[in-house]
T-cell receptor, first 117, second 113 residues
């Protein structure tokens, strides 16, 4: 079964608008972390934001916020005031609770975001 | 200062050849990883090393052999390259808690002709 599901292969948004990228996950581990990465056309993987399973507050980093709904197992990324430079592939990923190198990242299929002027 | 570096950035080679990709991190992390991104952009773990010890080997063919000479380096050697090995290979590193971010290298685009 898919552990991380991103149901939107592509999204577009008008510059300066907000956009939500969906991510649902599946785990039975009570301790896990959720990450979002951005991959621009240049190919590098850029870390954006992290949410821990025990965190009470939704994570925010500048224009990025994570809408974490634990009961629904969703961790949607919200980008406010979109900029042209936000056009990229966005990946949701989960890291489960074992330490010591066991906690690999499991990635979703990604959502390609296009920001239009 | 580059945190996680990989060389080379591009690698074009013939089927059957052997090639290596090198990775170095200067973040002082204990764990390093290799991920493969296929042509559909799907990213999957291949290996992880913690303090030079192999932890994860995710059903990767044994033509792929990682080597970690020290905590800061994790190299990937691939024997008898096949067309299906064409992909982007990312090295990453992190500390070991669930909350610790994995930082990725710039990727190596391998093309097997």
């Amino acid at each position: 079964a898919q552990k991380i599901t991103q149901t939107q292969p592509g999204m577009f948004v008008q510059e300066k608008e907000a956009v939500t990228l969906d991510c649902t996950y599946d785990t039975s581990d009570p301790s896990y972390g959720l990450f979002w990465y951005k991959q621009p056309s240049s190919g590098e993987m850029i870390f954006l934001i992290y949410q821990g399973s025990y965190d009470q507050q939704n994570a925010t980093e500048g224009r990025y916020s994570l809408n974490f709904q634990k009961a629904r197992k969703s961790a949607n990324l919200v980008i406010s005031a979109s900029q042209l430079g936000d056009s990229a592939m966005y990946f949701c990923a989960m890291r489960e609770g074992r330490g010591g190198g066991y906690n690999k990242l499991i990635f979703g299929a990604g959502t390609r975001l296009a920001v239009h002027p | 200062d580059t945190a996680v570096s990989q060389t080379p950035k591009y690698l074009v080679t013939q089927m059957g050849n052997d090639k290596s990709i090198k990775c170095e991190q200067n973040l002082g992390h204990d764990t390093m990883y290799w991920y493969k991104q296929d042509s559909k952009k799907f990213l999957k773990i291949m290996f992880s090393y913690n303090n030079k010890e192999l932890i994860i080997n995710e059903t990767v063919p044994n033509r792929f052999s990682p080597k970690s000479p020290d905590k800061a380096h994790l190299n990937l050697h691939i024997n008898s390259l096949e067309l299906g090995d064409s992909a982007v290979y990312f090295c990453a590193s992190s500390q070991n808690r669930v909350s610790d971010t994995q930082y990725f290298g710039p990727g190596t685009r391998l093309t097997v002709l």
